[in-house]
Nanobody
Framework: QVQLVESGGGLVQAGGSLTLSCTFT????????MGWFRQGPGREREFVAG????????VYADSVKGRSTISRDNAQNTVYLQMDSLKPEDTAVYYC????????????????????WGQGTQVTVSS
């Protein structure tokens, strides 16, 4: 069974940076595309960033484009989300997700396509 464990969240001032990590266990990591989603207070869960199975393709939400970088280390079974120039509206619980049915180059932004989810890590950005 796949398990995803996020880490790296915390409290940061506006303009600061954080790097979230997600460790994948249970199956072959490189066979899954990976995504980060977030859910802020009173808001729907939304796509943040995704990366294809060997990292050749990445997709970002417009809200984080230019401020965030998703990457993966297939040797370490870990996906990362580096976030810079953080804003109070980035405050949310951030979730890592894995898509086991993805074609080699595909990254999906739809939460329903992801098969496995972590428990989430809280990111709070103070103004």
């Amino acid at each position: 069974q796949v398990q995803l464990v996020e880490s790296g969240g915390g409290l940061v001032q506006a303009g600061g940076s954080l790097t979230l990590s997600c460790t994948f266990t249970g199956r072959t990591f490189r066979a899954h595309s990976m995504g980060w989603f977030r859910q802020g207070p009173g808001r729907e869960r939304e796509f943040v960033a995704g990366i294809s199975r060997i990292g050749t393709n990445t997709v970002y939400a417009d809200s984080v484009k230019g401020r965030s970088t998703i990457s993966r280390d297939n040797a370490q079974n870990t996906v990362y989300l580096q976030m810079d120039s953080l804003k109070p509206e980035d405050t949310a619980v951030y979730y890592c997700a894995a898509d086991e049915d993805a074609n080699f180059w595909v990254v999906t932004t739809y939460h329903g396509d992801y098969d496995y989810w972590g428990q989430g890590t809280q990111v709070t950005v103070s103004s």
